[in-house]
T-cell receptor, first 118, second 113 residues
């Protein structure tokens, strides 16, 4: 299958700082990328959907000014957690989907980024 | 709207036992169905999928059959191993959902030697 990477795999930061998480599709063009949040022992919660070159569509209850998403190219999307607080600590997972070819219309998931805010 | 319901865990089995994790869904039209596996501290990996009724997805000894009449996609494995211990997520993608996935709550499987 297609490969999606995330960086960093884990990050610890102080409260009030901003953290950027990168999601890259390594061998296909991702027209759509998804960002999920997962709390311990729970399912994935979709935060937002982003299409290359467009503004992200946020799910209800997700603060767009808090979680900034940029999808500037067909292989890269970034999630920036602004002014992070301990309640933002979570496992963040991205996925990417193409429209044809190797990726088809299936979502491929990154390995996740564990964020801990002190 | 679309929804996925899967059995709550944890499911605890001895090695070589038979595994069934139930999954049922509600969706309009004919969705694609997926099982994903998440090992501790990692992201999701696609385990298997089925895109139309009566299709059987299979991988690594796991199987699931798309049953439209019962709106189910139960995951089975004849003989589990300790290395199968993980969380399993059932999911669906609607035909016109723009690749969007709807996930079940996840089922934790623990296999004891």
């Amino acid at each position: 299958g297609a490969v999606v990477s995330q960086h960093p795999s884990w990050v610890i930061c102080k409260s009030g700082t901003s953290v950027k998480i990168e999601c890259r599709s390594l061998d296909f063009q991702a027209t759509t990328m998804f960002w999920y949040r997962q709390f311990p022992k729970q399912s994935l919660m979709l935060m937002a959907t982003s299409n290359e070159g467009s503004k992200a569509t946020y799910e209800q209850g997700v603060e767009k000014d808090k979680f900034l998403i940029n999808h500037a190219s067909l292989t890269l999307s970034t999630l920036t957690v602004t002014s992070a607080h301990p309640e933002d600590s979570s496992f963040y997972i991205c996925s990417a989907a193409g429209t044809s070819g190797r990726a088809g219309n299936e979502q491929f998931f990154g390995p996740g980024t564990r964020l801990t805010v002190l | 709207g679309n929804s996925v319901t899967q059995m709550e865990g944890p499911v605890t089995l001895s090695e070589e036992a038979f595994l069934t994790i139930n999954c049922t869904y509600t969706a309009t039209g004919y969705p694609s169905l997926f099982w994903y596996v998440q090992y501790p501290g990692e992201g999701l990996q696609l385990l298997l999928k089925a895109t139309k009724a009566d299709d059987k997805g299979s991988n690594k000894g796991f199987e699931a059959t798309y049953r439209k009449e019962t709106t189910s996609f139960h995951l089975e494995k004849g003989s589990v191993q300790v290395s199968d211990s993980a969380v399993y997520f059932c999911a669906l993608s609607g035909r016109n959902a723009g690749n969007m996935l709807t996930f079940g709550g996840g089922t934790r499987l623990m296999v004891k030697p």
